[in-house]
């Protein structure tokens, strides 16, 4: 295996079986992230997500999650949102009471290491950097007072996941760098690292950003210095049409490749839309100290480096496909 190949795939994959498609009962889906642990490819393999609002479920399950020996089981936490500041701030208070007090039951054998949640519905509708700043130093302070403090919190917009429009992408992005920039308070203390989500597909057309979005999301979050995270629509390692539902699937080599190109090499939206474009798999390498898309590569070091600051990972609810294509493709053997 090239020292490229597993920089780049280096935990990506955040299992998500309970999401659509799959859509897994708790104890299936929990199962296969068990057994995937012990798999030879657990290496790939990130986190378990799960809503706020369903960790008491997972009490039925201690015996199968806790073993002698076994590491401790990490989660990424989904922490739902409203359609208000305050109606989201009442919700996630009462979502991460319920998580401090399933850490301290559950001490050293569980870690949430990542909470991801959307931004409030008028917040997202509004697109205003200022307003969005504000709710998010309120979130912060919240968690720095819990035991949830030092997560890795990842903020989605939420517009409509087909649409090119990117207003909302950027007041987002934007809001995220003014608090992590100008906290001059602390509040902050309570989040490892401040960053961006995006939905890049779903279980309708409709649900899939537009390459161009897709590029300029991965080069503005370069510009600001934010981490990016991407959820739903990334099973396979290559764009491509699917057949269900009838629409171009964007691929993982596509969006990580492009976005470890466009922090590495500098290069503009217009050159990292042809990465994220592009249907041919023999586009992409992995040699055994880079990789590469065409003409242009990164150093293995490089990628490493780029994936555990910037390029953290998707949610999917398959880690069987990925694995499975990438054999196909000969990347992975």
Request: proline share 6%; charged share 25%; net charge negative.
């Amino acid at each position: 295996m090239s020292a490229a190949f597993s920089a780049f795939m280096h935990e990506l994959i955040d299992y998500a079986g309970l999401f659509p498609p799959a859509s897994l009962d708790l104890g299936s889906a929990l199962g296969n992230y068990v057994h995937y642990r012990g798999e030879p490819e657990a290496w790939m393999l990130g986190r378990f997500i799960i809503p706020a609002d369903r960790l008491a479920e997972l009490a039925p399950y201690g015996p199968q999650l806790v073993r002698p020996g076994a590491r401790p089981m990490r989660y990424a936490l989904l922490a739902a949102g409203g359609a208000t500041a305050a109606e989201s701030l009442d919700r996630l208070r009462s979502q991460t009471d319920v998580a401090a007090g399933f850490l301290a039951e559950h001490a050293g054998t569980a870690r949430i290491e990542v909470i991801e949640t959307r931004l409030p519905d008028n917040l997202a509708a509004a697109a205003d950097r200022d307003a969005t700043a504000a709710y998010l130093m309120d979130f912060c302070r919240l968690l720095a007072e819990t035991s949830l403090a030092g997560v890795d919190l990842f903020v989605e917009a939420a517009p409509p996941g087909g649409t090119a429009d990117t207003t909302g992408d950027d007041a987002a992005i934007a809001a995220l760098t003014a608090v992590a920039d100008g906290d001059a308070v602390g509040a902050t203390q309570g989040v490892r690292r401040l960053g961006y989500k995006l939905r890049s597909g779903g279980v309708v057309p409709d649900a899939f950003p537009p390459c161009e979005r897709v590029a300029h999301v991965l080069v503005a979050c370069r510009d600001q210095d934010r981490p990016l995270k991407f959820t739903a629509g990334l099973h396979h390692p290559v764009r491509h049409r699917a057949d269900d539902p009838d629409v171009m699937m964007h691929g993982f080599l596509n969006v990580f490749g492009a976005g470890l190109l466009a922090h590495g090499l500098g290069l503009t939206a217009d050159e990292t839309v042809a990465i994220v474009a592009d249907t041919e798999a023999t586009s992409f390498r992995f040699e055994r100290a880079d990789f590469s898309w065409r003409d242009r590569s990164l150093p293995a070091a490089e990628v490493q480096r780029l994936r555990s600051r910037y390029l953290i990972g998707f949610g999917s609810c398959s880690f069987d496909e990925p694995r499975e294509d990438l054999t196909r493709l000969r990347l992975h053997g």
